[in-house]
């Protein structure tokens, strides 16, 4: 299984820079970004409030547009593509965690990791449905699966967040704080089991967090300051 | 739109999952289809009635010799250096106005495609004596099989019969009967315009319950009156009717223009019925357009909360690479069902509601149990009124699905 290191990069930013600009007001928010992230790593980007971490996170899930520079994913430049390739980059490429969950009330635990799937289509949902059902066995949720969302604790439904980023069999998921809204037990599961499904089905993460804890215990942490990087240094060495 | 997998599964749990609202919904629809084809059932039939009680004694349209009013020379439009006529005006007496060549017209009539029944007519003024008693009527010859599909008098017989009427036989109405003393087999004498008199025995006596046919007309056959007004084989007019009573005027001008014959309809003859019934059609369709714009309303309300409710939900299915096509497809399919299944619960009760006033009877003209409402459901009035609901529906549901397709997941994500 790839870890660190070798092979092509799953995502990359080139002098990325972001100024938002709302009612004749510029914001700049990132300064010339530019990083990579291998297959299989999993990195944590962390920084002070405002430094602009979910600005970076948005640009690499293609929800936003840089201001310049360039992002390659899997060795494709994306900003070229219009809203409808950037879709479909996003439903075949890329998994979100959000800080909060999002699941859709109307659909149980199973369909709910299964959405990125149904998306897709009927036959790639049947193609990964034994698959979904192993992994919310593996967080725990195996007798849960016809539940709905509100019949969770928070806890129990971000681990639910989780396994749906990977319904897609994504290259690469993004999370951005997903653990800021749990209770400090409740966010050492749901962390550990990320680490856990990325090790186990060698998906790439990009994680924001708060909690130098779980920074350290990635494989990467790219620190960063006003908008600009700091610091990439690699944490635990393979 | 973008009919999917994805975006049919996420209409149909959201209708299911929020089962009151969609129910209240579609009974919203419900209802105004169910109006829609209420009303409209209902009033058309009493509209026919209407129609039907007044063309029921006259033909839908008459066809009448054409009339050539002479115009004097100095009447012409005049110049300068035309020539000045001098002379007085001199009132011709006009002759009865007849149609000569009536045979060679009824095969035309009669293949048109609009026209149902064509009888010819020949119809004057006469005088009924009975004893010393003398009585001023109209003497109306037919083919009694014809005329009979124009005017209903068999069925409306008291006594005797009108389809079987021979040379001799007068069929007339219980009113001047009544007033007459008159009874079946009684001998009575006619006397035309010109003076031709005819003997006639009382075949039948019939009550249309229309004044004008129950008093002062007697029938008789088409040869009899020929003889009676002197027409020789002429006849005075041609009766015809037509499959849509509504369209009388249009025929009667199409006829007027291939035909040498004047053609009178029974819109012409009975505006303020035509008016009438068209300012209550008005009426009518304002109501029904109020109900289901009433209904568009309710369908684009529930979405719009829907769609407010479901904010984040939509963000975040957006940024899992649902496009905003598949998004408002979500919504309209939402607002289309949401209109079939109002259309699906309303025309059925509509045609049940309507299937129990059908059975509603109460004495009619001369005791017999009818139908007090004339009801016919017209299929192509279900259809145009599921298409009206449902067009409503998919037309209300736009608004909020483009708002749902057009929701930034990065304003979901970032919390506002
Ligand atoms: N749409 C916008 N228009 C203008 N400024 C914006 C907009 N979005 C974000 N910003 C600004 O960009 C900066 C970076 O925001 P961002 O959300 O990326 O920070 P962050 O690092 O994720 O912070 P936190 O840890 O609080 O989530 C902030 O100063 C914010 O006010
Ligand atoms: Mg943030």
């Known amino acids: 299984m790839q870890r660190t290191g070798n092979g092509p990069p799953v995502i990359e930013l080139a002098g990325v820079s972001k100024t938002y600009v709302s009612a004749g007001v510029e914001t700049p928010v990132l300064f010339d970004v530019s990083f990579r992230v291998n297959c299989g790593e999993f990195v944590a980007i962390v920084g002070g409030s405002g430094s602009g971490k979910t600005t970076l996170l948005n640009i690499m899930g293609l929800l936003d547009r840089p201001s310049a520079g360039k992002v390659h994913i899997a060795g494709d430049e994306v900003g070229n593509l219009d809203e409808l390739g950037r879709a479909g980059m996003r439903r075949d490429r890329l998994g979100f965690i959000f800080q909060f969950h999002y699941l859709l009330p109307e659909f149980d635990v199973l369909e709910n990791a299964l959405m990125p799937c149904r998306i897709k289509g009927p036959a790639f949902q049947a193609g990964q449905e034994r698959r979904m059902r192993d992994l919310l066995d593996l967080v725990g949720l195996g007798d849960k699966l016809k539940n709905r969302p509100a019949q969770l604790s928070g806890g129990q439904q971000q681990r639910v967040a989780v396994v749906r980023s990977l319904a897609n069999n994504p290259a690469l998921v993004l999370a951005d704080e997903p653990t800021g809204n749990l209770d400090t037990r409740s966010g050492r599961v749901v962390f550990d089991l990320m680490r856990t499904l990325a090790r186990e089905s060698g998906t790439t993460f990009v994680m924001v967090t708060h909690d130098d804890d779980f920074a350290l215990e990635a494989d990467r942490v790219i620190r960063i300051r006003d908008g600009r990087i700091e610091d990439s240094a690699r944490t635990i060495q393979p | ?416």
């Open chain 2, 1 to 416: 739109m973008k009919l999917s997998f994805f975006t049919l599964s996420v209409a149909l749990r959201h209708l299911r999952y929020g089962v009151g609202q969609s129910l209240l919904t579609i009974g919203v629809v419900a209802i105004s289809v169910l109006l829609i084809v209420y009303l409209r059932t209902t009033i058309g039939g009493t509209q026919r009635s209407i129609v039907g009680n007044v063309t029921g004694s006259i033909p839908h349209i008459v066809l009448e010799p054409a009339e050539r009013t002479p115009v004097g020379a100095w009447r012409l439009p005049a110049g300068p250096g035309a020539p000045l006529y001098v002379g007085e005006t001199v009132n011709l007496p006009r002759g009865i106005d007849s149609i000569d060549d009536w045979r060679q017209w009824l095969p035309a009539l009669e293949a048109d495609p609009e026209i149902t029944v064509v009888s010819p007519v020949a119809t004057g003024n006469a005088f009924l004596f009975r004893g010393a008693r003398r009585e001023s009527v109209r003497a109306t010859g037919v083919l009694a099989e014809r005329h009979d599909r124009i005017v209903s008098v068999e069925e409306n017989l008291l006594e005797g019969n009108f389809l079987q009427m021979v040379t001799g036989d007068v069929v007339i109405g219980t009113r001047l009967a009544r007033d007459f003393g008159i009874r079946m087999r009684d001998k009575l004498r006619l006397i035309g315009p010109g003076g031709q008199a005819l003997s006639v025995t009382v075949a039948g006596i019939y009550e249309t319950g229309s004044g004008q046919l129950d008093d002062g007309q007697v029938f008789l056959t088409l040869r009899d009156a020929q003889s009676l007004l002197e027409l020789g084989s002429a006849i005075s007019s041609i009766g015809v009717r037509i499959r849509d009573f509504y369209q009388a005027e249009v025929t009667a001008r199409a006829l007027a223009v291939s035909m040498p014959f004047r053609a009178r309809s029974w819109i012409e003859d009975n505006p303020n019925v035509f008016r009438t019934l068209g300012a209550q059609d008005q009426t009518i369709n304002m109501v029904l357009i109020s109900t289901i714009v009433a209904a568009g309303f309710g369908i684009a309300s529930i979405l719009i909360m829907s769609v407010t409710g479901k904010y984040r939900e939509i963000g975040i299915l957006k940024a899992m690479g649902a496009t905003p096509v598949e998004i408002q497809s979500i919504f309209v399919v939402e607002g289309f069902l949401l209109a079939l299944l109002g259309c699906a619960v309303g025309i059925p009760a509509g045609i049940g509601m309507l299937e129990m006033l059908s059975n509603v009877r109460a004495p009619g003209p001369g005791g017999r149990l009818t139908p007090v409402f004339n009801i016919q459901i017209d299929p192509w009035l279900l259809a145009g009124a599921a298409g009206v609901a449902i067009t409503v529906g998919v037309v209300a549901a736009f608004f909020p699905a483009r708002r749902a397709g057009g929701i930034d997941p990065m304003q979901v994500i970032r919390g506002s």
